[in-house]
């Protein structure tokens, strides 16, 4: 009896998800990201960071300390953060403000062909030259909650968020003002 149960152990493989703490295991959000795998939790502490992330074909979670405390602010000229082909699960962006984010595929947020859940974060001040100054969805769904938009603005189509006629977005308890477009 004792050799089947030991034989049944050892037979079960078992997976856990990891939390990847930013700056305490890795310098930069982009670091823990590249180094998180599917059903991930990157927690990132309250500062203000880089932009320019990229999260490609992972369904993680990316979650910060605070919303008023966690920040991607720094002027750039690409989207905050771009979720691409991330369609096996979803990707959560969460507890963040996200500012100064400029592109052509919106300055927050760029989605494509991916499933993304925002909850509680604030986009202010990001521009997009083409549309959707905070998200720009491309043939992807998007869950928006309990987060606020204000003073963006794009050169064509979304002020604060564009869909494509591809993309499925829910937008619940979230606000927005002087958004332009």
């Known amino acids: 009896m004792k050799k089947l149960i030991i034989s049944l152990f050892v037979l079960t493989n078992f997976t856990f998800a990891t939390t990847i703490n930013v700056p ?5 959000i982009q670091e823990g990201i590249d180094a998180a795998s599917d059903g991930d939790t990157v927690l990132v502490a309250a500062g203000i960071y880089e932009g ?6 992972k369904a993680i979670s990316l979650i910060g300390e605070s919303r008023e405390g ?3 602010n720094q002027a750039i000229s690409s989207p905050q953060i771009s979720i691409v082909d991330c369609q096996a699960g979803t990707t959560r962006v969460e507890n963040f403000t996200i500012k100064q984010g400029s592109s052509n595929n919106g300055g927050g947020i760029y989605s494509s062909e991916s ?3 925002i909850n509680s974060v ?5 521009s997009s030259s083409n549309n959707g100054a905070a998200i720009n969805s491309i043939e992807s769904t998007v869950k928006v ?3 606020t938009f204000s003073h963006n603005t794009s050169d064509n189509l979304g002020g604060a968020i564009y869909v494509d006629p591809l993309t499925t ?3 619940y308890n979230s606000s927005f003002d002087n958004n332009e477009a």
């Open 24 to 28: 305490a295991d890795y310098a930069t």
């Open 52 to 57: 320019g992330i990229v999260i490609s074909n």
């Open 70 to 72: 966690t920040k991607i």
């Open 115 to 117: 499933t993304v859940e």
């Open 122 to 126: 604030d986009f202010t001040n990001n």
């Open 145 to 147: 909650q309990n987060s």
């Open 169 to 171: 977005c829910e937008i």
